[in-house]
C-alpha cells in the first residue's frame, strides 16, 4: 500500500490533479483531485495499491485548467510512502457475493466471523470458527446459518459470551422482517432462536452480553414511525420488548453496551427539533430506564453512535456529518468523533498532535484493549469515488496513531468488525 503526500498552495483557488499509470499499463488513470486549493500551504494525501511489479508513473499536474480557473500553484515537500500490510486470510474464498462481516472472539482464543453471502439467488448467512496460527488464521469450521429459496438477512452481528458468540440478525420470512439469535459454539451455531414476533418491520439489532443476559436493542415501526425498542434475553425467557425512543418522531440506528457495573445504556439517533442528533437512555441495576438524554447539539447530522464500555465507563463514537447549500438529500462532509459520555457532557479526549479524523471517515469499530489503549477500525475513502479502504488507529499516551491500511484491496461502505484475540487484533472487513 501506498501513500502519496504532497504540500501545495495556489493563488485563485486552483485545482490540483494527479494521475497514474501502473506497471504493465499504458493508460494513465486519475488518482485525486482537488479543487479550490487556498493561498496558503496545505497539505494533500491519497493511498493507492499497485498490483504488480514494474515502473510506476505519477503525474502531478497543478494548477489544472480543466473546468477550472486559471492561476499559480506552488508544491513542495512530494513523498511516496509505503506501507507494509498485515498478512489476510480470505474468510469467504470467493464464493458468492459476501457482504455485512462481524466478527467476535470466544473465551477459547477462538475467533467467529459472521457475513451476509448472495448464493444461488438467494441471501445465507454464514459462519466461520479460526483460531490464531501466528500472523494469520487457521480455519477451524465453517457453516450455513440460514440459506435457501427466499431468504433475506439483514444486520448480522456477533456477541462475544462466555461458552462462545450469539449470532443476531433480522430475516424476512413469510414477508415479515424479524429478528433472530443463535448460540455460536466450537461445535457449531445451535437452534434458532425468534427475538420479536411483531408484525411490523424489526431490523438493525444491537446486542452485548453481560453475565448471562442477552441485552437486544433494535429499530421497528411498530408504532408508526421508526422507534427504538429493547429486550433482555436471560434463563431462556425473553422479556417484554419495551419502547425506548418517543413514537412522536423517527429514531434510527440503535447501539447498545453494558458497563462494568451493569449498567445498560442504549444510544440512537433521531431527528427531532429540527436536527439530527444522538439520545441516549440507560438502566440501572435496578431496573429503572433513565429519562432521554440528548448527547448531540451541533447544527449538523450527528448519527450512527456506537457505544462502548471501559470498565464502568461509557465511551461513545459518531459520525458528524454536515450538507452543503441547500442540499439535504447528501452529506458533503463526514467525519467521526470519539468522546466520553459523562454525567453532563460528552468529553473528547485530549490530542497531541494530528487527528485521524480531519478527513472523510466513517463507520467506526472501536474497543479498549487490556492496556487501556483505545483502537478504531474505520472506513476511509478511496479516491476519487473508487471505494473505501479499512485502516486502524490507536490512541495511547495523549496521540492518535497514523491510521494504517489493513488490505490494499478496496471495499465497499461497510462497517468493519473488530476483536481482540489475547494480544493481537483482528479486524473483519468486505473487500471487491
Sequence with gaps: MYELSVWARSSNRNKLVIFVTQPGETQRKRLATWMNVPRRWRRYHVSFSVPRDGLLQLELIGPSTHGAPVGRMWLDDVALHETKLPPVTPVSE????????????????????????????????????????????????????????????????????????????????????????????????????????????????????????????????????????????????LAEPQPLSPAEYNSYDPSVAVTANGKVCVAWYSFCRNNVDVYLRCRTVDGAWSTMRRLTTAPAIDRHPVLFPRG????????????????????????????????????????????????????????????????????????????????????????????VPVSQTKGMDRRPGLARVGDALVVAFQAD
Design 94 to 237: 470467493g464464493v458468492g457475493f459476501n457482504d455485512e462481516p462481524t466478527v467476535a472472539a470466544g473465551p477459547d482464543g477462538s475467533v467467529y466471523v459472521a457475513w451476509v453471502s448472495f448464493r444461488n439467488g438467494a441471501d445465507s448467512l454464514q459462519l466461520a470458527r479460526f483460531r490464531r496460527d501466528g500472523q494469520r488464521a487457521e480455519r477451524l469450521g465453517e457453516w450455513s446459518v440460514v440459506a435457501g429459496d427466499g431468504t433475506y438477512v439483514l444486520g448480522p452481528t456477533l456477541v462475544s459470551t462466555s461458552e462462545g458468540a450469539v449470532l443476531l440478525f433480522a430475516s424476512e420470512v413469510d414477508r415479515n422482517w424479524d429478528l433472530y439469535a443463535v448460540t455460536c459454539r466450537p461445535e457449531g451455531p445451535g437452534r434458532l432462536l425468534r427475538i420479536t414476533h411483531s408484525s411490523a418491520v424489526d431490523v438493525k439489532p444491537s446486542a452485548a452480553w453481560h453475565r448471562g443476559t442477552l441485552w437486544v436493542a433494535w429499530e421497528s415501526n411498530r408504532n408508526g414511525r421508526r422507534q427504538i425498542f429493547t429486550t433482555a434475553f436471560q434463563d431462556g425467557k
Design 312 to 403: 464502568d465507563e461509557l465511551w461513545l463514537v459518531y459520525e458528524h456529518a454536515q450538507t452543503e447549500a441547500y442540499y439535504v438529500g447528501r452529506t458533503s462532509r463526514r467525519h467521526l468523533i470519539v468522546a466520553q459520555v459523562g454525567d453532563d457532557r460528552l468529553a473528547t479526549p485530549v490530542v497531541e498532535g494530528p487527528s485521524p479524523f480531519a478527513g472523510r471517515c466513517e463507520a467506526a469499530s472501536p474497543l479498549f484493549d487490556a492496556d487501556g489503549r483505545l483502537w478504531l477500525a474505520f472506513l476511509r475513502p478511496r479516491l476519487p469515488r473508487a471505494g473505501w479502504d479499512t485502516v486502524v488507529t490507536c490512541y495511547t499516551n495523549g496521540r492518535w496513531t497514523k491510521p
